[in-house]
């Protein structure tokens, strides 16, 4: 064991992705020998009781409930942002102003500007930073890539991704406010392209390279709601669904589809990839589990295997339980979290780092001018 130095936290945001983080940072350390140690210093929400029942029950040391404030403290060292997308921005570049490491929550900013405002401010103040894009620390997810790299695909055909749920289609569901800031555009900076399709480019991007160019198209079914802060009906401004085709710049061709109005399902995030010589397929209902099928394989037999993904020697199940015991959605967040920790003493930076997953944004701003301009757009480089 090595001796593992302390990490101030101070985390924004005590809700869905509050607890996801905050278990990760009570986890890491005793899942993983890490040099360093997360401690949970400061939680910061606006209710103040709300915040102080949060610390209790997860062991933060502090509460605030003006974000400004957490920045300020020369205890913290690393401020975790939680919070809705129209935050991250201003609370990324004060926390780097203030020489703190940032972790953020996903898509970095509401549009591709704003993300290139916090990737100079953290670059220029030389912190550490990293978004949440937790999906590429499934253990299945992390074994398509590295079978990807690896050549085991061969040339790459087609790419293909889905993330689909049904939560908004009830006409009675207000937008903006607590828990539904997702549906109002002026907070989450656009619909399921921002909050679904970022997740499923990201992972593609990691595992396929980069996307030239994209055409789609976006709808909004439901055209007002009643708007939980003001109660007045107001027009909704995001893409409730959003479709696009790709086509990547190694030549492979691509479909991507997220939406909010498919019955039925409640968070399905698929992956497929095609190559000359085996294919791979992941399901987010199934997340221990890689679709393997190898053209290479004896004739006879042939056929798509279902891996567990739950060996010693697959992605970061060594440091969890026996083989054949799996691990779940939450541990995603513990892997990133290990990754950042472990990274700390390196030249290289635990990935995606800001300039990485803008990335994400600038080809969710060309899904959002194209389905505009009902054009191919290139996505900016
Ligand atoms: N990586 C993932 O899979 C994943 C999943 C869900 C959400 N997210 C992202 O995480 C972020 C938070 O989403 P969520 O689902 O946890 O939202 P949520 O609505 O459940 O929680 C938001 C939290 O932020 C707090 N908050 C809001 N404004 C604040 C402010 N000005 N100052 C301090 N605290 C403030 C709220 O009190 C609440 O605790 C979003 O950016 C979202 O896109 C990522």
Not at 47 to 69: C, I, M, P
Not at 101 to 112: D, F, I
Not at 217 to 231: A, D, M, P, Y
């Amino acid at each position: 064991m090595t001796m593992k130095k302390p990490i101030n936290i101070g985390i924004v945001g005590t809700s869905f992705m509050g607890r996801a983080h905050s278990n990760a940072f009570r986890q890491v350390s005793q899942f993983f020998d890490l040099p360093y140690r997360p401690v949970l210093k400061a939680a910061c929400a606006r209710s103040a009781e709300g915040v102080r029942a949060f610390a209790e029950q997860w062991g933060y040391e502090s509460t605030e409930t003006d974000w400004r404030a957490l920045v300020a403290r020369p205890d913290i060292d690393l401020i975790d942002i939680a919070a809705p997308n129209n935050v991250h921005h201003d609370i990324a570049i004060a926390a780097a102003e203030a020489g703190k490491m940032v972790m953020c929550e996903k898509p970095l900013g509401r549009n591709a500007a704003e993300s290139l405002e916090m990737t100079q401010a953290v670059e220029r103040a030389g912190v550490r930073n990293m978004v949440w894009y937790n999906y590429r620390r499934v253990p299945a997810v992390t074994l398509a890539k590295q079978l990807v790299d690896e050549g085991k695909l061969g040339r790459i055909f087609h790419y293909r991704a889905k993330f689909l749920q049904d939560w908004t289609m009830s006409r009675d569901l207000p937008q903006g406010g607590t828990g539904l800031w997702r549906l109002d555009a002026s907070v989450a900076g656009s619909g399921v392209t921002g909050d679904l399709l970022a997740h499923c480019i990201d992972t593609a991007m990691w595992i396929n390279g980069p996307i030239a160019e994209v055409t789609a198209v976006t709808e909004t079914f439901i055209k007002e709601r009643k708007h939980q802060l003001t109660g007045e009906v107001a027009p909704v401004t995001i893409d409730d669904a959003s479709l696009f085709l790709a086509r990547f710049a190694n030549g492979s061709l691509a479909t991507f589809e997220a939406t909010r109005y498919a019955r039925g399902h409640k968070a399905l995030y698929t992956l497929e990839l095609n190559g000359q010589d085996a294919s791979v397929a992941w399901d987010l209902h199934d997340l221990h589990r890689l679709q393997y099928f190898d053209h290479r394989d004896e004739g006879r037999v042939r056929g798509w295997r279902s891996v567990h993904i739950s060996d010693g020697d697959h992605p970061y199940m060594k440091h969890w339980w026996v083989p054949g015991l799996q691990i779940g959605y939450e541990h995603s967040f513990t892997h990133q979290a290990a990754d950042f920790l472990g990274a700390l003493d390196s030249a290289t930076p635990a990935s995606p780092t800001f300039r990485e997953a803008m990335a994400t944004d600038l080809v969710t701003d060309a899904v959002l001018a194209s389905a505009r301009s009902r054009q191919w757009q290139s996505v900016a480089g």
